[in-house]
């Protein structure tokens, strides 16, 4: 996979979450724009929640190619999306596409945040204790 600094990498998703949050409340349905609404929207329930997992779950040794990380994503993003839309369901709360939108970027920014932390941690150099 694409080698991104742990900073640089959370700043991409967490960018990419606040632009798709954006578009999808300030762009009107009938503007000429909706299909960049669509598209953000597209990626952002069918491969970011799941990329942020796999982020999680597969460092160093584990590393996957890409192919393997992408068809992964996909995978547990539907998951995640899906498990979200049941407790969304069987909440007071309910599923509504502000609950949605909402509890989904919650969830994303969640995920890259751990998976920034340890990918910071991965990074970090081990400091050895002198025996004496």
Known sequence: MLALKPLRWFEIVFGFTVLTLLA???IPGDSALVGARFVLGFV???FLPGYCLVNIL???KNRLDIIE???LSVALSFGLTGLIGLFLGLSPIGINFLSITISLGVVVLVLAAVAYLRKRSEKLPVLQMEST
């Open 69 to 71: 990380s992408f068809v």
């Open 24 to 26: 999808t409340y300030l």
């Open 58 to 60: 597969f460092l160093g």
């Open 44 to 46: 952002f329930i069918v």
